[in-house]
């Protein structure tokens, strides 16, 4: 097994993902619908590529800008709000941007919110002038706090952030919500996005220069492949032919039809792959407009 360091050339690639936590599962699906196996290792920490030179190092979330930073790992999957903190902090300290984001991943969807107690009227920012604001985004935080104009305290925490307002270390917060389920339960409301976030993949701000470049490319066009189909589906059915230009029209997101089979002055019968999400609702208004034997085919992955 290649030893954990950083190294100017490496033919291997390596992918920092999370441990445990939210992100762990379903970035592992990802790499590995991407055509990936690996062989774990005993402390589960490093897992060896198997059908291909791509290694996994599984570490905390927090761990993963600095890694690539500092040339440990090629790429990571990361929240944005985790890249995009580290990469504040860095701008703030004046050092130079060390990784980009390459690629939304479209799970792990959260926002950044100010949250302020629920019998509060929200008047807007100018309303946060000599409060005291709880988070673990400092960075991200003072940076929108400067750019409104407001002076206000930055209380970091590393965790618990919601009940600092009811320990009095702070005033409000600004943390991380996805159904909104903890700001409710600790009295509690969201009221300012300052980021919506997702998983993305994050990678070295220069490219890659050596046979790393190569895998690299090749892995990244699977992973839009991969990505382009998750809610993709394979509509088929039948239709009058004068039908068709009204379906197409519910179809903006789908791909040109495949015509199958059109007998003479019979119905047509159409596939075609649909990129947006098929509702039963969109399923109701196909048929209403003509479609006849309605088929939503799951389609798995595709040699992108
Ligand atoms: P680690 O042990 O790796 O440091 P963690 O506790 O920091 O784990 P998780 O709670 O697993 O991390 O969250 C990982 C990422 O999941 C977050 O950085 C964020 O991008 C995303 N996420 C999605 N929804 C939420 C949410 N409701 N609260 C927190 N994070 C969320
Ligand atoms: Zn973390």
């Known amino acids: 097994m290649s030893p954990i360091v950083a190294s100017a050339t490496r033919d291997r690639l390596r992918i920092a993902i999370q441990k445990s936590g939210r992100l762990a599962e379903p970035a592992r699906a990802l790499l590995s619908a991407c055509g990936l196996s690996w062989r774990e290792s ?51 300290f004046g050092l130079s941007d060390a990784y980009r984001e390459m690629h939304a991943l479209g799970f792990g969807g ?39 104009g407001v002076r206000a305290s930055v209380v970091e925490l590393s ?10 270390t702070a005033d409000l ?3 991380l ?10 009295q509690l409301k969201p ?49 009058d032919r004068d039908t ?4 197409l029209r519910l179809l903006p997101d789908a791909d040109p039809p495949t015509y199958l089979a059109a007998e003479t002055g019979g119905p047509l019968s159409l596939q075609t792959m649909c990129h947006g999400l098929v509702t039963w609702q969109r399923l109701e208004e196909l048929e209403r407009a003509g479609a006849q034997g309605l088929m939503v085919l799951s389609v798995e992955r595709s040699l992108a």
Request: proline share 5%; charged share 25%.
């Open 42 to 92: 005993r402390d589960k920490l490093f897992c060896y590529g198997e059908s291909l030179p791509v290694d996994l190092l599984l570490v905390r979330d927090d761990d993963i800008p600095g890694l690539i930073a500092d040339g440990v790992c090629d790429f990571g999957v990361v929240g944005r709000n985790e890249l995009n903190e580290q990469a504040a902090a860095r701008a703030r």
């Open 110 to 148: 959260c926002r950044l919110m100010l949250a302020i107690p629920e019998t509060w009227d929200w008047q807007g920012p100018a309303q946060l002038e000599g409060m005291r604001i709880a988070t673990s985004y400092p960075a991200i935080l003072s940076d929108w706090l400067e750019k409104q």
């Open 159 to 168: 965790g618990s952030v919601e009940i600092a307002p009811k320990l009095g």
């Open 173 to 175: 917060i600004c943390d």
């Open 177 to 186: 919500v996805s159904s909104g389920a903890t700001l409710l339960a600790n």
């Open 191 to 239: 009221v300012e996005t300052l980021l919506e976030s997702e998983a993305v993949l994050a990678g070295p701000a220069r490219e890659l220069e050596d046979q790393r470049a190569d895998l690299a490319a090749m892995l990244l066009r699977r992973m839009e492949g991969v990505l382009k189909l998750k809610d993709s589906k394979l509509l088929m059915f039948r239709a």
């Open 244 to 247: 068709v230009p009204a379906l």
